[in-house]
């Protein structure tokens, strides 16, 4: 796939999602094999009233690169201003937030509502195209609801206003998360445009990975929740994409080491308070499948400093390895008579 200065053959995206994305969870996934990575949709309202706050969102490390900065809103002057000061920043891509399901967002007229008005939708990628030189891409849905798929229309609208990609979540702004994504879409799209289609919802194994580009024909694959769970899936897949092979899952050592690392890192970029209540949000997806790892969670809620916390989830990592070599030994001996 070919998007501006980045070339890469089959990539893996790391999804932009709200207070999820953030900076030290960006760092993580990258360290575990995804391509590109992208901020969390940023308002350009905020961005327009100067919203320090706002304007944090889009900060970076060179080790992300490349790396994309989604922005939103429904006004094209606000979304041309907003891209400006985005650009300042030297992103590798401007990415256009036209699928968020979410009524304030919708209300506003951004997000999936520019599905129901493409004048409005085309004059602010136009808008964003002029304000920068970097390539501008657009992640949207297949439409408002299924009696409106627009998709066909909104990539040829995209690509003859000077989109360089385009992200296609196979729901409608109807299913927001729920139901089977439609990923036929994609082979119709690809007959329409030449831009880059990169294909997104609900693709959360390597085989599946392997299928969307084998099957599907996508130039790329952009990953959300399966990563908030198992970050490693950028890994696997590629792998699995390379060698048709399965890694192993990762050890308790290993998931236990890169659940620390990020909680580290969420304190290193955010400080301690915020540090330990934003990281809270990811327990659930590192302990996923472990013995009374609900119970572990509730308990890590009741602290706010580093150390306490640590410590349980160290004692909860050695008493899993030893659960884990009894049962080994169970088995051994059970297999031994
Ligand atoms: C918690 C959360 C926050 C999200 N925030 C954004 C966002 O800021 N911008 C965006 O384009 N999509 C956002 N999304 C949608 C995802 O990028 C993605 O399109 C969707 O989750 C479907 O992909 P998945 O099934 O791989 O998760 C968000 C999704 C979730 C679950």
């Known amino acids: 796939m070919i998007i501006g200065q980045i070339n890469i053959e089959k ?5 932009p999602m709200e207070g999820v994305t953030d900076l030290p969870f960006r760092l993580i996934c990258k360290s575990l094999g995804a391509d590109i990575v992208y901020t969390e949709f940023v308002n350009s309202e905020g961005l327009v009233r100067n ?8 900060e970076f490390l060179e080790e992300e690169r490349p790396f994309g900065i989604q922005i939103y809103g429904g006004n094209p002057n606000s979304m041309q201003r907003a891209a400006l000061m985005a650009e300042e920043l030297r992103p590798d891509i401007i990415d256009i937030n036209c699928g968020c399901w979410v009524k304030n967002v919708t209300n506003n007229g951004a997000g999936s509502d520019l ?9 602010i990628i136009r808008n964003v195209v002029q304000a920068t030189r970097l390539p501008v891409t657009v992640k ?16 040829r609208l995209a690509e003859q206003s000077g989109a360089a990609g385009l992200t296609i979540h196979c729901r409608t702004r109807s299913q927001a998360h729920k139901g089977d994504p439609d990923y036929s879409w994609v082979a119709k799209v ?6 880059p289609i990169i294909v997104n919802g ?9 299928e969307m580009f084998d099957s599907i024909g996508c130039d790329a694959v952009m990953i959300g929740r399966a990563a908030i ?11 699995f994409l390379v060698t048709g092979t399965f890694d192993a899952q990762p050890s308790i050592h290993e998931r236990f080491d890169i659940l620390l ?25 590192y302990l996923k499948g472990y013995p009374n790892a609900a119970k572990i969670r509730m308990e890590l809620m009741n602290y706010t400093e580093f150390s306490p916390i640590a410590n349980i989830l160290l004692e909860y990592k050695e008493k899993l390895i030893k659960n884990i070599e009894s049962a080994e030994i169970i088995t051994q001996q059970a297999a031994a008579t």
Do not use: C
Not at 115 to 123: N, Q, V
Not at 140 to 155: C, F, K, Q, S, Y
Not at 233 to 239: E, G, S, T, V
């Open 11 to 15: 990539p893996l995206l790391l999804a």
């Open 51 to 58: 919203s320090g706050k706002t304007h944090k969102k889009m």
């Open 115 to 123: 599905l129901r008005d493409l004048p409005r939708m085309e004059k």
């Open 140 to 155: 949207t849905r297949l439409g408002w609801d299924a009696e409106n798929i627009r998709i066909i229309e909104v990539a």
């Open 190 to 195: 690809k007959e329409a445009v030449k831009i």
């Open 202 to 210: 609900s693709i959360g194994t390597p085989e599946k990975i392997a």
């Open 229 to 239: 769970d198992n970050p490693w899936l950028f890994k696997q897949a590629r792998n």
């Open 261 to 285: 690392k990020h909680l580290n890192l969420s304190l290193q970029f955010k400080g301690n308070t915020s540090g330990i209540f934003e990281f809270r949000k990811h327990y659930a997806g």
